[in-house]
Nanobody, 123 residues
Framework: QVQLVESGGGLVQAGGSLRLSCAAS????????MGWFRQAPGKEREFVAA????????YYSDSVKGRFTISRDNAKSTVYLQMNSLQLEDTAVYYC????????????????WGQGTPVTVSS
């Protein structure tokens, strides 16, 4: 069992930056892979980024590669999503997800989910 709490969402102008955080509890954080997903209004939830247990393997969707960076601090049991050069299309509710073991990139492979934190990018 893993509990996840996201934070850091909000309103930001296009071109700006936000850093999302996801604090995990209930498991040894270093034993779980973490991912970020997002769901825009009227759209399906989509993969954004993922990071392996040790933080050495990083995965990004094509839409965010080069703009977003996923990282983790195992000492703080926290995963981050640094979002730069935000675009209107990045507006969505962002969800943190976790799974024990090797890192996947599909949402169906994740067992634990946070409540989501909304990100709104304005012009």
């Amino acid at each position: 069992q893993v509990q996840l709490v996201e934070s850091g969402g909000g309103l930001v102008q296009a071109g700006g930056s936000l850093r999302l955080s996801c604090a995990a509890s209930g498991r040894t954080f270093s034993s779980i892979s973490m991912g970020w997903f997002r769901q825009a209004p009227g759209k399906e939830r989509e993969f954004v980024a993922a990071i392996s247990r040790g933080g050495t393997k990083l995965y990004y969707s094509d839409s965010v590669k080069g703009r977003f960076t996923i990282s983790r601090d195992n000492a703080k049991s926290t995963v981050y999503l640094q979002m730069n050069s935000l675009q209107l299309e990045d507006t969505a509710v962002y969800y943190c997800a976790a799974v024990q073991g090797a890192v996947p990139t599909s949402s169906g492979r994740y067992d634990y989910w946070g409540q989501g934190t909304p990100v709104t990018v304005s012009s």
